[in-house]
Each structure stands twice: as structure tokens, then as C-alpha cells.
T-cell receptor, first 109, second 112 residues
Framework: GQNIDQPTEMTATEGAIVQINCTYQ??????LFWYQQHAGEAPTFLSY??LDGLEEKGRFSSFLSRSKGYSYLLLKELQMKDSASYLC??????????WGAGTKLIIKP | IAGITQAPTSQILAAGRRMTLRCTQD?????MYWYRQDLGLGLRLIHY???????GKGEVPDGYSVSRANTDDFPLTLASAVPSQTSVYFC???????????FGQGTRLTVV
């Protein structure tokens, strides 16, 4: 079966750095996405990785290792508004998105 | 530009009733999707459409049907609602099958 694993919840301090990990086992691979979802709102796109390596976009970076079935989302200079759930999703061989359950990130002052 | 719009925002529905959730996008995206999101579970695909006139079944299609008569609209119908269909439903669209998806604001459905 297809599976996406990420931690259920993480806590970090305002101004710090946090890394959210995602491991996946899917039928084929056509890219990995990270989305942010604030409580009661829709998911919004953060990043996309299809090749190995690090993609940097402002305070957020995303890393992919296809051989290890592993990705992480790195958030720097954390702000209170970063409190949200972070969803990892993988496109399989049929170009369907397989979603993780999400990591709830709690930011403390 | 509205993007992708869902209606209603929330609904309480009696079991056994028929209900259609509406989804409209103005981005001229080819692909559209319906997901349900339940606590502790990832988004699960109900039905999808890669282009107008075609639809396909996702991971959890039973009890749901869709149609895609044109590019902009992708309604989801529950023929006879059951309590297990209580969930938050998200409609999404993407330009193609390998680009990021944009989501509507969601419909919170409670079946009693």
C-alpha cells in the first residue's frame, strides 16, 4: 500500500528553526509537495520538489531524497503566524496525490 | 479573481437526504478534485476529473458521484447521506496533473 508518514505534532519557539520530516512509500514518484493549513482554512501550496536536493523559498526550505523516500520542510525565524498544520503529499505513478495526515506545529512565545 | 469557490460553507443534513456540494473555478484549470478531510487522517481523494467530460474514482468514491459538464464546474453529489459522510470536503483544481493544486475554502458537512 501507499503510505506517507509525518509526526503528528511539534512544538517550537518563536524565532527558532524547526524541521518537519516526511517519509513516503508510494507506487512511483512524480514529485513531492508541502502545503500549509491554518485551522479551519484550506491548504495552501508551499513548495514542490521533484529532484533531489534543497529548494529554498524565503524562510521556508524543502529537501528531497528520492533514494531514501524522505523529505523535510525547514522553517526558519519562526513567527506566531506559522502555527498551522503542514501537509506532505506525493504524486504517484498515476499522478494522483497521496497525502500525509499532517503535522500540527505549535509556536510558543 | 475568486479562484475556486465552494458552496455551501457548512450544512447539517438529515441521513437519507440527497445533497450536492458545488465547486466552481475561474482559473481555466483542466484538473479538478474532491477530497474529504477527517481528523487524524490525510486528505482522501473521492473523485477527480483530468479534463472536462471525464471523471475518475479516487480512494473513497462509494456513496458519492460527480460530473464535469464544463471546465469550470465540478459538483459532488451524495445520493443518500449517511453519518459516516460527516466531514470537511475540499474541492481543488490544478492546471495539469503535475502542478500544484489550489483549494476551495471547504464545506463542513454534518449528517445526523
Amino acid at each position: 500500500g501507499q503510505n506517507i508518514d509525518q509526526p503528528t505534532e511539534m512544538t517550537a519557539t518563536e524565532g527558532a528553526i524547526v524541521q518537519i520530516n516526511c517519509t513516503y512509500q508510494t507506487s512511483g514518484f512524480n514529485g513531492l509537495f508541502w502545503y500549509q493549513q491554518h485551522a479551519g482554512e484550506a491548504p495552501t501550496f508551499l513548495s514542490y520538489n521533484v529532484l533531489d536536493g534543497l529548494e529554498e523559498k524565503g524562510r521556508f526550505s524543502s529537501f528531497l531524497s528520492r533514494s531514501k523516500g524522505y523529505s523535510y520542510l525547514l522553517l526558519k525565524e519562526l513567527q506566531m503566524k506559522d502555527s498551522a498544520s503542514y501537509l506532505c503529499a506525493v504524486r504517484d505513478k498515476d499522478y494522483q496525490l497521496i497525502w500525509g495526515a499532517g503535522t500540527k506545529l505549535i509556536i510558543k512565545p | 479573481i475568486a479562484g475556486i469557490t465552494q458552496a455551501p460553507t457548512s450544512q447539517i443534513l438529515a441521513a437519507g437526504r440527497r445533497m450536492t456540494l458545488r465547486c466552481t473555478q475561474d482559473m481555466r484549470h483542466n484538473a479538478m478534485y474532491w477530497y474529504r478531510q477527517d481528523l487524524g487522517l490525510g486528505l482522501r481523494l473521492i473523485h477527480y476529473s483530468n479534463t472536462a467530460g471525464t471523471t475518475g474514482k479516487g480512494e473513497v468514491p462509494d456513496g458519492y458521484s460527480v460530473s464535469r459538464a464544463n471546465t469550470d464546474d465540478f459538483p459532488l453529489t451524495l445520493a443518500s447521506a449517511v453519518p459516516s459522510q460527516t466531514s470537511v470536503y475540499f474541492c481543488a483544481s490544478s492546471d495539469s496533473t503535475n502542478t500544484e493544486a489550489f483549494f476551495g475554502q471547504g464545506t463542513r458537512l454534518t449528517v445526523v
